[in-house]
């Protein structure tokens, strides 16, 4: 649904200034992320072979968009929703060490998205991915590396006021945390996205665990596919799930803002028990299943962030085509720009 604010001023109205502030933030973001996480940068696939099991199927409803490749026979490619898989994928054929990891620029596209002020079918994010050892397979290390994470935020949000003081830091000292369940049992009686504007109200940066899982209303929080997030085994502070979301007050649209999916990923066992449990068992026969079953792929961590979305939140704009250049209906981009909102 598309939000108009009332009174919406543009903090950095020209367009050259805007596109400076971009760069800044992108510039600042990876290199704080990439400190904090110990990650390399690496070059990114646009598209993967159908049926490597590579691609990202996110709810499992989504379309792919396709194309043949004349060289390969015609076999068919598909252009990435997400990084998920490959970047574990890239991390085998790195040999990469505990404690390392990978970054890159995700591109990807979405047709069939519903476009609004947070959504457009273009997605661009850094997707990341690293190395951990069997032991840090717990909540504690995913709280550790989701507050560096949040750091990372934080320190860019700093700087960007430097160059910026209208751009005023608003983020809180500390995330806050909280299992999906124990949100559900705070407000029974709301959606998820109503319940996830309620404690991000409140809280103004909040790390949701648990997305994908059953609920005790027989509904997961959100859709999480079955086979990067670990989001059915238990963790040691008596719920299930050891991977979450990253939410933002955004203050322009008075609503939650997700900047961040992430978690630990599957191991062998987990895969094998979320497959199931979605009733794709099919699936263990592909490449990237096969090798994950078979112990070729390292444990990891990763996730991704939007990168549009940051720099929307940061700098503090309405619209996502503020900051991208997508494909708009015409009757959005008048509405936008009759609000003051003049999308790219």
């Known amino acids: 649904m598309l939000i108009l604010p009332s009174g919406y001023a543009n903090p950095i109205p020209d367009c050259e200034s805007t596109e ?17 996480l110990a990650l390399l940068r690496v070059t990114a696939p646009i598209a993967v072979m159908k049926d490597t099991g590579l691609n990202d199927d996110l709810n499992g409803s989504e379309h792919a968009v396709t194309f043949p490749v004349k060289s390969l026979g015609g076999a068919t490619a598909e252009v990435v929703h997400s990084l998920a898989k490959w970047k574990r994928w890239k991390l085998a054929q790195m040999h990469t060490a505990p404690g390392r990891g990978i970054y890159t620029d995700m591109n ?4 069939e998205e519903e476009t609004d002020n947070l959504h457009s079918i273009y997605v661009d994010q850094w997707d990341w991915e690293q190395v951990i ?29 430097v160059e910026f003081p209208q751009l ?3 983020l809180p000292e500390e995330i806050f945390f909280i299992h999906s369940q124990q949100l559900l049992d705070m407000y029974p009686g709301l959606t998820p996205k109503e319940r996830e504007n309620e404690i ?4 103004k940066a909040v790390f949701i665990i648990g997305i994908g899982g059953e609920l005790s209303d027989g509904h997961p929080h959100d859709g999480r596919a079955a086979d990067y997030d670990d989001w059915s085994s238990d963790n040691e502070e008596g719920y299930r799930g050891l991977n979450g979301d990253i939410l933002l007050w955004n203050p322009v649209l008075e609503m939650a803002f997700e900047v961040s999916s992430m978690g630990i990923r599957v191991d062998a066992e987990a895969l094998r028990r979320q497959l199931r449990l979605r009733g794709e068992e099919h699936k263990a026969s592909m490449m990237f299943h096969r090798m ?11 996730g991704g962030i939007g990168q549009s979305r940051l720099c929307m939140y940061l700098l503090r704009k309405a619209h996502i085509g503020e900051i991208q250049s997508s494909i708009w209906s015409a009757e959005m981009t008048e509405k936008c720009r009759a609000a003051g909102i003049h999308l790219a």
């Open 20 to 36: 400076k502030a971009i760069k800044q933030v992108k510039d600042m973001f990876q290199n704080n992320l990439s400190a904090q």
């Open 108 to 111: 990807a596209l979405r047709p």
């Open 133 to 161: 050892r069997p032991e840090q397979r717990n909540i504690a290390f995913l709280k550790q590396t989701v507050r560096r994470i949040y750091e990372s935020i934080k320190v860019t949000e700093n700087k960007l006021y």
């Open 168 to 170: 005023v830091p608003q």
């Open 200 to 203: 991000t109200r409140r809280h």
């Open 292 to 302: 994950l079953l078979g112990g070729e792929l390292p444990l990891t961590v990763g």
